[in-house]
């Protein structure tokens, strides 16, 4: 059986998180591992500098930052290509040439799409990178031949567009693209909450996050700020695990089952303190997180190593790319001069 071909990849905001961890990263190194999977990671310099024209600082800054928490989350280059997406430039010119395959009033039909001209102040003045980054990232999926796309539930509509492309282009041209198919994460993969509360995401811009490489001490002190069960004043008190962030990660991160249940037992018996759980918590964040900041601390003192990484995965990036562009031109006809 011929693997699948898997395309994902993050837009160089920021470091990552835990809601990245468990989002995402996690079924990567899942992916990666298996046999089934060819996986390409793509860091998406360029769709960030979409709605960060004039603050290309941010994104430049991040790039390295998120090539690091690939390889310190276990990301292994051996086995998975990653690159960088303004490395390739078959990617601008399929997205110039899918252009045609898409209307305006489509476009501008993408829910997200509203959602973030609201979020991003763009209600005067929508920049035409962003409105248009649904194509870029057509490209950026059929370039590679994706045949998986993992992405929150939030981005489907945009692959749906993206496999409308493809079936025009397809249509016109015989079978040239691959129809790629979305892959949202379902339960608490969806959203891990932040710190604050179980109603928001965790997100940099709301400040509730715990970062894939926060220092132990950071991570204490954001565990022990935590939100838990406001009414649970003392210890004998009787608590609510719902809506409770603490049992929330619990159930997410902590590998011995039966424990936590025992401790939710007690909790909504009464007789179980805040401090106690969360102690708990932040022994179980600290084995996970250990290993990661060993390996971050290793390419940290070595980026020269984390370019050459990128530029590996980005050389190879091209090959697969181009070829998939020498297809295009020549299904168009765009080779006039042999
Ligand atoms: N839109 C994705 C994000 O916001 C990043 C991305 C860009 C992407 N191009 C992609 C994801 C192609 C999957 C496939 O994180």
Redesign the pocket.
């Known amino acids: 059986m011929s693997k699948k071909v898997v ?5 160089p905001t920021g470091k990552l998180h835990l809601g990245h961890y468990v989002g ?1 990263l996690r079924s990567r190194l899942e992916m990666q591992d298996s046999d089934d999977y060819e996986m390409f990671v ?1 860091i ?1 310099d360029e ?2 500098l979409a709605d960060n024209a004039r603050n290309p600082e941010k994104v430049r800054g991040s790039l390295l930052e998120v090539a690091m928490d690939y390889l310190a989350v276990g990301l292994n280059p051996d086995k998975t290509t990653i690159f960088v ?1 303004s490395q390739i430039p078959a990617l601008y010119e399929l997205t110039f040439h899918y252009m045609g395959f898409i209307n305006h009033g489509r476009l501008s039909r993408i829910p997200t799409l509203k959602d973030d001209i609201r979020e991003k102040g763009f209600e005067k003045e929508l920049p035409m990178s962003w409105f248009t ?1 649904p194509v ?2 057509c490209a ?2 059929t370039a590679f031949g ?1 045949h998986l ?4 539930a939030d ?1 489907l509509p ?2 749906e567009l993206d496999r409308e492309i493809v079936r025009a282009f397809n249509q016109q041209y015989g079978q040239i693209l691959v129809e ?1 198919e979305g892959l949202a994460p379902s339960g608490i993969a969806q959203r891990l909450p932040g710190i604050h509360g179980p109603n928001d995401k965790m997100s940099k811009s709301l400040n509730n996050g715990i970062y894939l490489s926060d220092s132990s001490a950071v991570v204490k002190e954001k565990v022990m700020q935590m939100y838990t069960d406001p009414d649970h004043v003392k210890v004998e008190d009787a608590g609510k695990i719902k809506g409770n962030v603490v049992f929330i990660y619990l159930d997410v991160f902590a590998p011995d089952g039966p424990k936590v249940a025992a401790m939710k037992k007690q909790y909504q018996q009464g007789g179980l303190g805040d401090v106690a759980v969360k102690k708990y918590l932040i022994e179980v964040l600290e084995n996970l997180l250990n290993p990661i900041r060993a390996r971050r601390a290793e390419f940290e003192k070595n980026p020269e190593q984390v370019r050459d990484i990128l530029r590996a995965g980005s050389l190879k990036a091209n090959q697969v790319a181009n070829q998939t562009l020498a297809k295009v031109r020549a299904a168009i006809g765009l080779n006039y001069f042999g």
């Open positions: 395309l994902t990849g993050d837009r995402s793509m998406a769709q960030a997406q980054f870029s990232q950026d999926i994706a796309v993992p992405v929150g981005q945009v692959i790629p």
